[in-house]
């Protein structure tokens, strides 16, 4: 088996991910790791980087035999998969960042995956900085997760928040959170809770070995959400959160859904501020635990594709235990 002691790294994407790797690479030398190209959009714009490095061409990094990582963090969700089902055909490994492609594409990637066996991880596609999947994947045996409550969205969080604790208006809230880089650059993604199913999506995956498409599952974002509902919450204790869950019922079936929750001021989730994400995993046993972290942002999220490049080195990949090891739970409903 092929070891991967250096990364030669094709980068796709030089925005608030594809810089903040760029950037953390160049701050840690040790971890060598190169990125050899970086293929962009738009060849006009101003980057912080040596202009040699970029490229409009995808074959200049698919197609070179001595890149074997390819790094996918761009905003169209097409182009990605296109991009990522050529890197795994050609032998590379790949990290990706991009939720709504997985999300939009996940048969065809776990059937790419078996017939490559080339690693496809993507960590930092949900609660960013929060190694959630890896969790899922590794830690949980199948029968002992009950069930898993989630805030996957820094966006709607950031907003939500503002709008709580500094009464600020939805839109002054959102123009906020992308300013600060929080928010998709199509904000009904994130305000109509696109984003937080289409990672809850793969979340159920990796926690129940579901594969189902987002349109099969129950889900609404903040759009709905008004001044006057955050003010009833506040006087009866209550914060308004949008929370992506799944829970095992007693039929063996697992509902799942994501809605915007009233939610106990003595939560876990009522914790979770701003771009935050926050998890609470309930299992058998060991009762709740939580993990909480930085859902969004530059570094944040780089630090998650950083962390998958040094799995590569030992030839990680996803087992996809609960869905190949084990009966996969069915959805209910
Ligand atoms: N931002 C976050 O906090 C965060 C967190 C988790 C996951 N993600 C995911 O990570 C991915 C990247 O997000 P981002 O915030 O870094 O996006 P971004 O700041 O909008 O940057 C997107 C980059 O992709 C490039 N690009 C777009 N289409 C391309 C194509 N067809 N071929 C080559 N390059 C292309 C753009 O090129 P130009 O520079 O030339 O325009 C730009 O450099 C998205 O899938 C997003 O959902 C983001």
Not at 79 to 92: D, F, R
Not at 106 to 123: A, C, D, N, V
Not at 153 to 171: A, D, V, W, Y
Request: glycine share 6%.
């Amino acid at each position: 088996m092929e070891t991967h002691k250096q990364l030669t790294i094709g980068l796709f994407g030089f925005g608030v991910v594809g810089e903040g790797l760029y950037k953390i690479l160049k701050q840690k030398p040790s971890f060598n790791a190169t990125i050899k190209k970086v293929c962009i959009k738009n060849p006009g714009k101003r980057r912080e980087a040596p202009e040699e490095l970029f490229t409009t061409d995808r074959d200049a990094i698919l197609n070179d035999p001595s890149i074997n990582v390819v790094v996918e963090v761009i905003n169209e969700s097409g182009p990605a998969y296109e991009i990522v089902s050529t890197a795994l055909k050609n032998g590379k490994s790949v990290v990706s960042a991009s939720k709504k492609m997985i999300a939009e594409h996940l048969p065809e990637l776990l059937e790419l995956q078996q017939r490559t066996g080339e690693s496809f991880l993507y960590e930092s596609a949900a609660c960013a900085s929060i190694p959630v999947i890896r969790n899922l994947e590794e830690y949980y045996d199948n029968d002992l997760l009950h069930s898993i409550k989630a805030i996957v969205n820094g966006s709607t969080n950031f907003i939500l928040t503002k709008m709580f604790e500094e009464k600020l208006g939805f839109r002054e809230a959102l123009d906020l959170a992308q300013k600060l880089g929080f928010a998709e650059s199509d904000p009904k993604l994130d305000v109509e809770g696109f984003d937080a199913v289409n990672k809850w999506s793969f979340l159920l995956t990796h926690a129940y070995g579901i594969v189902e498409k987002t349109e099969n599952l129950v889900f609404s974002g903040i759009q709905f959400v008004q001044g006057r509902d955050a003010d009833v919450a506040r006087e009866k204790h209550f914060d308004i959160k949008l929370v992506a869950q799944a829970k095992k019922l007693e039929s063996g079936k697992v509902a799942a859904f994501v809605l915007p929750q009233f939610i106990k001021q003595d939560d876990h989730l009522a914790f979770v501020k701003n771009e935050y994400n926050g998890v609470v995993i309930e299992s058998g046993f060991a009762d709740k635990q939580f993990f909480y972290g930085k859902g969004a942002g530059s570094f944040p999220t780089a630090s998650a594709v950083l962390s998958d490049l040094s799995a590569l080195r030992y030839q990680y990949k996803y087992e996809y235990k609960k869905l190949y090891h084990h009966t996969p739970h069915e959805l209910d409903g």
